[in-house]
């Protein structure tokens, strides 16, 4: 324990934690983007869309090892203690290098820089208050929005009914465009944490950093456009024990 907490204490262990956390919670952003691009691939043969067919498969993790929803909630977990360690230790990092450097930036930088601050701070909070809200809606179906009634497991279904009033499909779209910001801003920074800027390769940074953030927006953002335009056809009831026959399938 002593020697885990002197690599923390250290500047060396605080930027590894940065790094590995880091990455760890972009993937997670970019693979539920990809999941929720699920919605655009139709059904299967037998009428289950293929993106309750892909939830079924994240509540099923690690069958038949692990019961139904363990492995799911142990990736919960990870991420959770993930976004801790990471916002900690980014905080942490920045007092360690304010001390480091005693004499201040000049004052257009110190604008630019309380700006971004600013603006980070209110697009923060915004996707802090969001990601209990979007659990409620979306995953627990405490909060209804639409016309449709939750159903457990019926994603498309949830998707569709959440997505097609205009206030529904507009806040999400608002707040993914935020975490694209978010990105973007995350992505450059750890970069600087990491040391890995330099004037020689600080434009390919920017140029990586934009593009994903761009892409991921892109591809949050497309789905509730999709459902709100019309452009996604109506759920059809499909006989929930075709689920139960998939996950049977799966783990044999």
């Given at each position: 324990?002593?020697?885990?907490?002197?690599?923390?204490?250290?500047?060396?262990?605080?930027?590894?934690?940065?790094?590995?956390?880091g990455?760890?919670?972009?993937?997670?952003?970019?693979?539920h983007?990809?999941?929720?691009?699920?919605?655009?691939?139709?059904?299967?043969?037998?009428?289950?869309?293929?993106?309750?067919?892909?939830?079924?498969?994240?509540?099923?993790?690690?069958?038949?090892?692990?019961?139904?929803?363990?492995?799911?909630?142990?990736?919960?977990?990870?991420?959770?203690?993930?976004?801790?360690?990471?916002?900690?230790?980014?905080?942490?990092?920045?007092?360690?290098?304010?001390?480091?450097?005693?004499?201040?930036?000049?004052?257009?930088?110190?604008?630019?820089?309380?700006?971004?601050s600013?603006?980070?701070?209110?697009?923060?909070?915004?996707?802090?208050?969001?990601?209990?809200?979007?659990?409620?809606?979306?995953?627990?179906?405490?909060?209804?929005?639409?016309?449709?009634?939750?159903?457990?497991?019926?994603?498309?279904?949830?998707?569709?009914?959440?997505?097609?009033?205009?206030?529904?499909?507009?806040?999400?779209?608002?707040?993914?465009?935020?975490?694209?910001?978010?990105?973007?801003?995350?992505?450059?920074?750890?970069?600087?944490?990491?040391g890995?800027?330099?004037?020689?390769?600080?434009?390919?940074?920017?140029?990586?950093?934009?593009?994903?953030?761009?892409?991921?927006?892109?591809?949050?953002?497309?789905?509730?456009?999709?459902?709100?335009?019309?452009?996604?056809?109506?759920?059809?009831?499909?006989?929930?024990?075709?689920?139960?026959?998939?996950?049977?399938?799966s783990?044999?």
């Amino acid at each position: 324990m002593n020697q885990i907490q002197r690599f923390y204490g250290s500047s060396i262990g605080k930027k590894f934690v940065v790094a590995v956390t880091g990455v760890i919670l972009f993937g997670f952003i970019a693979m539920h983007m990809a999941g929720n691009l699920k919605v655009f691939t139709g059904n299967t043969p037998s009428g289950v869309p293929h993106i309750d067919e892909y939830a079924l498969f994240l509540q099923t993790l690690g069958a038949p090892m692990l019961p139904k929803m363990m492995g799911l909630w142990i990736a919960r977990a990870v991420l959770l203690v993930c976004l801790v360690l990471h916002v900690v230790t980014v905080i942490l990092l920045s007092q360690q290098n304010r001390r480091a450097r005693p004499i201040p930036y000049v004052r257009s930088e110190k604008q630019a820089a309380s700006v971004a601050s600013r603006l980070m701070m209110v697009s923060g909070l915004v996707i802090l208050a969001f990601i209990p809200f979007h659990i409620l809606q979306f995953t627990t179906g405490n909060i209804q929005i639409g016309n449709r009634t939750f159903v457990h497991g019926h994603v498309y279904s949830n998707l569709y009914g959440g997505f097609s009033v205009w206030y529904g499909a507009l806040g999400y779209a608002i707040v993914v465009t935020l975490v694209g910001f978010h990105l973007f801003h995350g992505l450059w920074s750890l970069f600087q944490t990491l040391g890995l800027d330099n004037p020689d390769r600080n434009n390919k940074i920017r140029a990586f950093s934009v593009v994903f953030s761009v892409i991921v927006t892109i591809g949050f953002v497309l789905v509730p456009l999709a459902f709100i335009t019309g452009l996604m056809p109506s759920p059809v009831d499909y006989d929930p024990s075709l689920l139960n026959q998939i996950n049977s399938t799966s783990n044999h």
